[in-house]
């Protein structure tokens, strides 16, 4: 992928067209589209339904077309002609498309290098930046080049493009090229080149000086006469853009006049109908504007561009408001008659031209059809503009064809299942509001229900139980119905939530009753589901069995948003049960259950993605975990950065350069969401340990702290444990440090500070008996650690103690068996057990290794050099210095830290007698008198590195 930017005019298009030509003639298959600027209201994906509309001409490409619409029924509802293939989605996963683009990439570059050039990105819907954004992460098979530009002149601070950017520019495969304007040498040589003949140095001089280089202007003044005494030169940008303009005929510049106001380009058919005049003398103005170079055709959609988009602007911007007002009518009126419209286009003309009834209906056909293409981040804008409208149309109901009510619930469904959780919430409150002034106590009660779900995704239990009551209070509960089951198990699913279960119960009854009084499936399967969690506390395995139930029955129903809670409550307790290779299937199936029906961003969606990379995590599947995570789209919701920050263990056990990337990105969301605030926490406190950064290692772990303080739902806040037990491994090396350095004020400080977080964990350790995390294996193995941390901090690591930990992870979490297998070698080697030591260790380095924990494995290298340890592997070379054995080199690094022969002595797991020798032989060889001289003469000469490093 190659980020092509520059200012506008600077070269980008042609040098896309000279690397789409040349590409060519070496036989590859070049696919360009170009973003469209619409204002507010955006056309999903189009510069790539543009690209590959080329590729439905040929029989075996179109085929390829066919295949990936199979599996993706958005990408066939994009591209005409070819069969979506599929069930239509109430709720579009823009993963579908995404991956389905991707796949025809690479199948069609199979035949020959595929290059994908995407101009104008700057003008780019949320839609086709996600692409962008997913190509960038997953095209790592297949010869697939993806040429982009954009303007940079465009991008303001809070350009949408921006954020896109930032990120392209961190991973390792984009390339950024900017251009340059031209030298005066490089513009003298390209005006030479368009005029046939040198120029002479005044007039060269005098171009560059006006276009400061940029090849654009320099053509466009070239063009207009540029050092002709005669010809007035322009002041502006937009009048030295009018300049070639001003010189055609009036007939040409009104037929530039009418495709100005539809854009940068412009259907021949549409600009027929506005333009108005005999097609004999439409002709003539076309003609004169493309033999000018003004206008540019595309023989294969019968449509005409402006030569660059600053001579469209500059043409539009010259126009008088009623003129502009009216051709923008003309416009709508013919878009409304054609069936084939595009009804974001019309919305945009309806709205320039202050038809705001007609925006208004146009923006809700635009919200569906982007619906259909799986594009809810364009559905939403959409529905969001109509919402606006509303207040402004005279019976907006009617030009809406709904209430505002629905259409607010609509607004609120796509937000939800674009990620946008606390914006769904917001949507669904305003839907609150406005259903409280009629008489209308059913579609209340949907409303309150909804909003008491989306309260929920955001993490606010109170608030979405409150809803969720009310919902309950607006339904009589004779006769039963749908509604009243639907609103009955809502409340006892918060009640759960609320650790209420007795009271859960009740209500779940009732839901059941209803749902089987009213025979409705979907509602006894949800009723069924929120029992199983109830049941949880007592009968882990009667809940798997609710839960598989309620999966049959939602299925068979056709709900997939109850059919994949059913699977996530499955996956969930098979976790804590610690039978992770169920969870990682139904976590896996959760998955493939909500990309399929256009779920995979919804509320429980974001549950299943951060559940699957949690499970995967545990089980040692890192390869997996990186590839979900590079598979995300651009992190542009708190949802996706939740998603993210639960694979980041990886990134940072693995020491990718990534890790610090993405923690940075991450941390600039604090305070947006405490859960997620808890994660970024941990990972930075991780990364910080491994570097030495013990501080700052510290200073996250109280903002986990604070963060999993302010989370409301019940299991997540349990999670205040897990931030407590990392803290408590930070404060053991705090602690570790201190003893080595002599430092008592730091040392008391560990301790107060490691007594505190192992009182946390076990709080919440007891918290957790009476609620279904009795059962939680991960509950009693953050117990174990950090009670065996504790006894490390403490000065007396206890191999006891660190073999239950050890123990209590072995339900399959194979990275924290190695951490805690690390410590207990640690400890097996103070109390003389060097077998048992090794047989520990290697087991750690061999999980390390397989897994690529860089920093584990370093850290079991450096044990293995100070206790000896045979790991089974040669261990990396050290420096040598003065004849000292590798012994005395360790022994040396620890003088240049100030150790005691005592301290020596417990660190590199050898008697006070032995360290002695070792310090009397390493003077006398060094030739210095003291171990201060000794400590000298190893700074000047370098050897501060740790211990366990290679040379």
Known sequence: MVLVSGDAGVGKTRLLLALADRARQHGMRVLTGGCVELGDIGLPYLPVVDALRGLADDPEEARLLAGAATTAPGLGRLLPGIDPAGPKSDAPDQLQVLDAVRAVLVGRSERSPVVLVLEDLHWADRATRDMVAFLARTLRGGRVTVAVSYRSDELHRRHPLRPLLAEL????????LELAPFTRAELAEHLEA???????????????DRSEGNPFYAEQLLAAGAGDAQVELPATLAELMLVRVQGLSEPAQRVLRVAAVAGRRVPHRL???????????????LHEAVGAGVLTTDATTGSYAFRHALLQEAVYGDLLPGEQVRLHAAYARLLADDPDGAAAELAHHCLASHDLAGALAASVRAAE???????????????HGALGLWERVPEPALAAGTDRVELTLRAAAAASAAGELQRAASLAQDAVRTVGGTEDSAQAARAYERFGLYLFYAGRVEEALAARTRAVELVPDQPPTPLRARVTAAIAQALVNARQPAEARRWCDQALAAARGAGSAAEEADSLITLGMIEQYDDPASACTRFAAARALAGAAGSPEIELRALYCLAEVSSQLGDLASACAAFDEGAELAERTGLGWSGMGIFVRRGQL?????????DECERLIAAVPDLTTLAVADVVAQGLGVLVARARPAASQWLRRLAGLGGADPALDGNVAVWEAELAAWEGDLEGARSAIRRGLAAADAVEVFDQALEGAWVAMNGLSVEADRAEQARATGDTAALADATAAGRVLLERVRADAKQAHGTHLAHDVHVRGRHAKAEAEWARLQGHSDPTRWQAAVQAFSYGNVYAVARCQWRLAEALLGAGDREQATTAARAAHATATRLGAAPLQSALLALARRGRLDLGVDLPAQRTLAGLTPRELEVLRLLVEGRSNRQIAEQLFISGKTASVHVTNLLSKLGVHSRLEAAALARRLGLEQPAGLES
Not at 169 to 176: A, D, K, T, W, Y
Not at 271 to 285: D, F, H, I, N, Y
Not at 369 to 383: G, I, S, W
């Open 271 to 285: 600009l027929a109908g506005v333009a108005g005049q005999p097609e004999a003398g439409l002709e003539r103005g």
């Open 194 to 208: 368009i005029a046939g003949a040198p120029l002479p140095a005044e007039q060269v001089e005098g171009i560059h």
């Open 169 to 176: 520019v961190r991973l390792p495969g984009p390339e950024r």
């Open 614 to 622: 949690k499970a995967r995590y545990r089980t040692g599947d890192w």
């Open 369 to 383: 059809e982007a619906e259909a293409v799986l594009a809810p981040a364009e559905a939403l804008r959409h529905l």
